[in-house]
């Protein structure tokens, strides 16, 4: 009867919006029992371009001392595929690259930390090893250069979700990109091929990911698709007027599906009072960019890196940890709890939120999302349990 009181008490805090206090002892307790499996992660493109992933450096988002520190449990680490390997038919390649990175500079030289999973069982398996499962997934559907083949052999290496579309619409599926961009021959969603794909998938036992993608796009995944979906790393529109994010007939139609969308921590996704303030500050924060960089010859990575680091430094507006629970709140509201997850988007994202300002900060989430009123069972199903109940339905519906 008490625990029923208590359940009570903390639904309705959760509705009035109210703060309870919350002490260390509970929230390590939580985050230690919870399964936290974050679905989008892109350090591997700077790791293939020679960072060591078990350095101590302190920068950007990722490495294993930090990822150990925020109590991970899994990681989707992606193979980001820029949309400029498109030219010259470069896209398999570099998609290779970086899974093999993942496999061979990540996995293969921590072993003793991480172990390589491909199934519900076996992030199971490590979990019960006290390792962190290691997942892979590939972000820019112009990654198969449009053969299945490839999103085969994809599979038999590991990947268990594709991203539709990048930034830029492929061949096949429109992005929410470059809906505006003259020149670009859109097909109002998924081509024939396009829906072949998401077919496909559903056969091989991969995640349909709808990140990126346009809107109809979007639609035409969800109705082609027998599986439930996911949008790794999307947050609301709804609360951040931007097209990368979902609106509330998206989510519902995601969560109708068995579907969840993972919250990223990109600010410009999750704030609109950091999407004015950035208008007005980014002349600044370029001028310091030019004068730091002057002479440079910078990778992608470095460059997205040193944005952030100015970021800091420049003391610019940013998105809060509160900003990341209103989003998770959101999705909540129209959709239920079972409708939500993490898809943090680190080291993808120049500007990550106060608070969570890298992996290591994991615990401050558990914090903040107990201080609202979520339960246990809540954060159980946020950080982790929602995907694995997508990706048993996937693998359910690859046997069939």
């Known amino acids: 009867m008490r625990a029923r009181i208590s359940a009570l008490f903390l639904t309705a ?10 002490t260390d002892a509970e929230v390590q307790r939580v985050h230690k029992a919870a399964l936290l499996i974050d679905t989008h992660n892109d350090v591997p493109w700077r790791v293939v371009d020679g960072f060591d992933f078990g350095s101590k450096t302190g920068e950007w988002h990722t ?22 390997y498109v030219d010259g038919n470069r896209s398999a390649h570099r998609t290779l690259q970086l899974i093999d990175t993942i496999r061979r500079d990540i996995i293969g030289r921590y072993p003793a930390d991480f172990a390589l999973a491909g199934s519900v069982r076996e992030i199971e398996d490590a979990r019960k090893a006290g390792k962190i499962a290691a997942l892979i997934g590939i972000e820019g559907g112009h990654a198969i250069e449009d053969d299945l083949g490839l999103l085969r052999q994809y599979y038999s290496l590991g990947a268990r979700y594709m991203t539709l579309t990048h930034t830029n619409t492929n061949s096949w599926a429109d992005s929410s990109g470059d809906q ?33 993608t346009s809107d109809a796009t979007f639609n035409n995944a969800v109705a082609v698709s027998t599986a439930p979906i996911i949008a790794s790393h999307s947050s609301c529109r709804a609360l951040a007027n931007h097209p990368r994010n979902l609106t509330d007939a998206m989510i519902t139609a995601l969560a109708k599906k068995g579907g969840v969308v993972q919250i990223n921590f990109n600010c410009n996704f999750l704030s609109e009072k950091f999407r004015a303030a950035q208008a007005a500050e980014e002349t600044r924060l370029e001028a310091r960019f030019q004068q730091v960089t002057a002479g ?3 990778s992608e990575a470095e460059i997205d890196g040193t944005y952030q680091r100015l970021r800091l430094e420049m003391k610019l507006t940013r ?10 709140d959101h999705v909540r509201k129209i959709a239920g709890i079972d409708a939500v997850g993490i898809g943090s988007d680190f080291n993808g994202i120049t500007c990550a939120p106060e608070g969570l300002e890298d992996v290591s900060k994991f ?38």
């Open 13 to 22: 805090l959760l509705l009035c919006g109210q703060a309870r206090t919350v």
């Open 63 to 84: 490495d294993l001392t930090r990822l150990k520190a925020g109590g991970l449990g899994g990681v989707f680490f992606v193979a980001y595929v820029a949309g400029s």
């Open 180 to 212: 505006t961009k003259a020149g670009v021959k859109h097909h109002d969603g998924l081509t024939d091929f396009g829906k072949q794909v998401v077919r496909e998938m559903n056969r091989l036992g991969m995640m349909v990911d709808i990140s990126h």
């Open 296 to 298: 440079k010859k910078l």
């Open 319 to 328: 998105a809060t940890l509160a900003d990341v629970v209103d989003h998770i």
């Open 363 to 400: 615990p401050n989430l558990t914090r903040a999302l107990l201080e609202r009123g979520y339960s246990e069972s809540d954060v159980k199903k946020i950080y982790g349990g929602n995907l694995l109940r997508v990706m048993r339905a996937v693998e359910i519906a690859a046997e069939k």
